[in-house]
Structures are given as C-alpha cells and as structure tokens.
C-alpha cells in the first residue's frame, strides 16, 4: 500500500521568500509521485511530477521538487513567493500512470504582503 | 494538453433526489475513470475506478448501490448519487487516464454538490 504524509496543514510565508511544502511518501515499489495545486472551489492544477526520470523536476509557476529516495521524500520548493501562490498544495503518490492516486492530507499556504 | 470537462460545475438538489454529473474527455479516450470526492477542507479520496465497457470497481466504505457509475464510451462516464443526502454534499473531481500519450491522466474541474 501506498501513503503520502505531508509535513504541517497550514505554512505562512512573507511575499519574496522561499516556499517549501513537505512530503514523504510510503511506497513497496518505485513510486511516481506528483504535486497539485487547488484554488478556493476550483479542481486541481498539475504543478509537476516525477516518473523516475531526472530527480529534480522542474514545474509550472516557478515551482520545482526533488525526489530523494534515501529519505522517501518530495518537497516542493519555490525561491520567492508570490501572492498568487496561496492556495491548497497536495502531494500524491502512484504506483504507474493509470492506477490510482492517493493524495496528503494537503497544506494550505498563506503568503503575507 | 488534454481537457476534461465536468458538468455541471455545481448542483443544489433536495434530499431524496437523484443528481447525475458527467465527466468528458474532449480531446482523448479515457480508458479509465477515476472519480474522487473531497469534503470541505479535507483531500480527495477515490470512490471507484472504471474501465470502459466495464463494471466499476468501489474502494471499501463507498455503496456501489447509491453511487452509480457508468463508463459507456472512452469519452464520457457519469456519477449518480441516488437519493442524495445532506451527507453527500461534496467536491466530485474525475479523473481520466488514457493508454496512450504514456498514460497520462487528467483531471476535471470538478462539481459542487450541495443537498438540502
């Protein structure tokens, strides 16, 4: 079975600093692993994900993570925050590309003027 | 890239009613179908996965008697939630992947389902 658990539901930044939104993963086998983003009642946005190809994976808006397997993690990254970044975050894991998904808990992020 | 639509976007019925919402893939065949729901401030969680042509398969806890899931074509399946309670209100998103373009996937924009 797989799991996802992503580090603190609420992160706070100041707009212009990094962003990093936690997660580990749990998986038996060599995982794909992905990050959404989700506005206020609007569906999810692909950010970036990784398929066992480079382990720095480049993402949309400026967003970027880094597959480690030696700590089973994901996190997300993003060197200047912006307002528009805040919104719900949520890491998933999978087992290939057409099997199910199974998504963190999410962490909402709040960026500060 | 891909676009998969949702209709309707959000629905307000009463207690004891039907409500069908359907999932399209405009540009690409979903041989499978993922649908999810998500309560307020909480993450999605799968209801079931269908093939097409096939039965649905429900994960533990989801009644396959009161969520109906028809995957008839590669573009479209529908979600029934039959009589519809208070406990239902929810965010539908599906999810469609297909064998080709190295089974990506794709998901809806998602419905808004409030039940009075």
């Known amino acids: 079975a797989q799991s996802v658990t992503q580090l603190g539901s609420h992160v706070s930044v100041s707009e212009g600093a990094l962003v990093l939104l936690r997660c580990n993963y749990s998986?038996?086998?060599?995982?794909?692993l992905f990050w959404y983003v989700q506005y206020p009642n609007q569906g999810l946005q692909l950010l970036l994900k990784y398929t066992s190809a480079a382990t720095l994976v480049k993402g949309i808006n400026g967003f970027e993570a880094e597959f480690k397997k030696s700590e089973t993690s994901f996190h997300l990254t993003k060197p200047s925050a912006h307002m528009s970044d805040a919104a719900e975050y949520f890491c998933?894991?999978?087992?290939?590309?057409?099997?199910?998904?199974?998504f963190g808990k999410g962490t909402r992020l709040s960026v500060i003027a | 890239g891909a676009v998969v639509s949702q209709h309707p976007s959000w629905v307000i019925c009463k207690s004891g009613t039907s409500v069908k919402i359907e999932c399209r893939s405009l540009d690409f065949q979903a041989t499978t179908m993922f649908w999810y729901r998500q309560f307020p401030k909480q993450s999605l969680m799968l209801m079931a996965t269908s093939n097409e042509g096939s039965k649905a398969t429900y994960e533990q806890g989801v009644e396959k008697d009161k969520f109906l899931i028809n995957h008839a074509s590669l573009t479209l399946s529908t979600l029934t939630v039959t009589s519809a309670h208070p406990e239902d209100s929810s965010f539908y998103i599906c999810?469609?992947?297909?064998?080709?373009?190295?089974?990506?996937?794709?998901f809806g924009p998602g419905t808004r389902l409030t039940v009075l």
């Open positions: 998933a894991v999978s087992v290939s590309g057409n099997t199910p998904l199974v």
């Open positions: 999810r469609g992947v297909t064998s080709g373009r190295n089974n990506e996937q794709f």
């Open positions: 998986s038996s086998v060599p995982p794909y």
